[in-house]
T-cell receptor, first 115, second 113 residues
Framework: ETGVTQTPRHLVMGMTNKKSLKCEQH?????MYWYKQSAKKPLELMFV???????ENNSVPSRFSPECPNSSHLFLHLHTLQPEDSALYLC??????????????FGPGTRLTVL | AQSVTQLDSQVPVFEEAPVELRCNYS??????LFWYVQYPNQGLQLLLK??????LVKGINGFEAEFNKSQTSFHLRKPSVHISDTAEYFC???????????FGSGTRLQVQP
């Protein structure tokens, strides 16, 4: 595997389910990001991790819970989601410690549908 | 607070024609500027970025962009497009002191034969 991978690629869940999104980067980077891409809205930054420490949390509801066990893996745990949470969730990584100006490398995303 | 405006949501163009995708930003401090491309069913890929120095930035796939500080713009250009350039293009900005990227809403480039 190369680059940034995300699993699953598609996920359908009910509002009472608990699921997790997984992201893995094979680039030796130190920072990882979660973004939400909704239809007709700009990409929204959700969380940033630098060296496994959460350094940014953009007022994301608590039903989204990130986890970064090491610099190569990032998870997004989901519970009691709402239909408006349906979106493409993108993971990205960058080489430095999430510095301004760093190039971010994106995974293909997980298409989430909440019924 | 910073913001990014991509003035065109869709740009149809014929193959081998030139194209310009417009991006304007607002910020009270110095910025870094980026253009990313998203092909169908894929994540975003960096086309080019401006950090400092020459205001004309060349990127991959024959794209270039020019930073205009007085007009707070960072328009993307390509002199001759191909069918394979059909994709969504995103302009993004970050303050030089912050790590977060602010994205525009995207421009869908549709190249027609």
């Amino acid at each position: 595997e190369t680059g940034v991978t995300q699993t699953p690629r598609h996920l359908v869940m009910g509002m009472t389910n608990k699921k997790s999104l997984k992201c893995e980067q094979h680039l030796g980077h130190n920072a990882m990001y979660w973004y939400k891409q909704s239809a007709k809205k700009p990409l929204e930054l959700m969380f940033v991790y630098s060296l496994e420490e959460r350094v940014e949390n953009n007022s994301v509801p608590s039903r989204f819970s990130p986890e970064c066990p090491n610099s190569s893996h990032l998870f997004l745990h989901l519970h009691t989601l709402q239909p408006e949470d349906s979106a493409l969730y993108l993971c990205a990584s960058s080489q430095g410690g999430a510095q301004a100006g760093d190039t971010q490398y994106f995974g293909p995303g997980t298409r989430l549908t909440v019924l | 607070a910073q913001s990014v405006t991509q003035l065109d949501s869709q740009v149809p163009v014929f193959e081998e024609a030139p194209v310009e995708l417009r991006c304007n930003y607002s910020s009270s401090v110095s910025v870094y500027l980026f253009w990313y491309v998203q092909y169908p069913n894929q994540g975003l890929q960096l086309l080019l970025k401006y950090l400092s120095g020459s205001t004309l930035v060349k990127g991959i796939n024959g794209f270039e962009a020019e930073f205009n500080k007085s007009q707070t713009s960072f328009h993307l250009r390509k002199p001759s497009v191909h069918i394979s350039d059909t994709a969504e293009y995103f302009c993004a900005v970050s303050d030089t002191g912050r790590r977060a990227l602010t994205f525009g809403s995207g421009t869908r480039l549709q190249v027609q034969p």
